[in-house]
């Protein structure tokens, strides 16, 4: 409420979640879209909590569609060109990258690549 209150109806206000419990008590109907992570291990944050891979990603992300179908689901954490697949076929619609770009040769080609392989992914996850 207070985030809302401060930036406006029309600032998109995202939430990060990586337990069961987060996903049962955030606030989804006062949010516009929620990260689910860390998926992967990952060298941009320090992160005393495991990985949920994959399969936690799944278990998460139908903890929030079950209260918000609507709501759109991203991944965070370790996703990159390798393994950006699969979290779009264990439930994410979009994912939050930093090393993936960042430490990239050529940045906005590995954006170009990364990008493909999310949409295809989109396209081929079963509605």
Same mark, same amino acid.
């Given at each position: ?22 996903? %049962?008590?955030?606030?989804? +109907? ?12 990952? %060298? ?36 990159? +060109?390798? %393994? ?21 040769? +050529? ?15 989109? +396209?081929?996850?079963?509605?």
């Amino acid at each position: 409420e207070d985030a809302r209150r401060l930036l406006g109806r029309r600032a998109i206000i995202g939430l990060s979640i990586k337990t069961g419990k987060q996903a %049962n008590d955030a606030p989804l +109907e006062r949010i516009d879209y929620v990260c689910i992570g860390g998926v992967f291990e990952t %060298n941009s944050k320090d992160n005393p909590d495991p990985p949920v891979g994959p399969d936690g990603l799944r278990a998460l992300a139908g903890l929030v569609r079950a209260r918000r179908p609507d709501l759109p689901v991203g991944a965070i954490a370790g996703i990159d +060109e390798r %393994n950006a697949a699969t979290v779009i076929a264990a439930g994410a619609d979009g994912v939050a990258v930093i090393s993936a770009l960042s430490m990239a040769i +050529e940045p906005k080609s590995a954006a170009a690549r990364l990008r493909s392989i999310v949409d295809r992914a989109l +396209e081929d996850r079963p509605r």
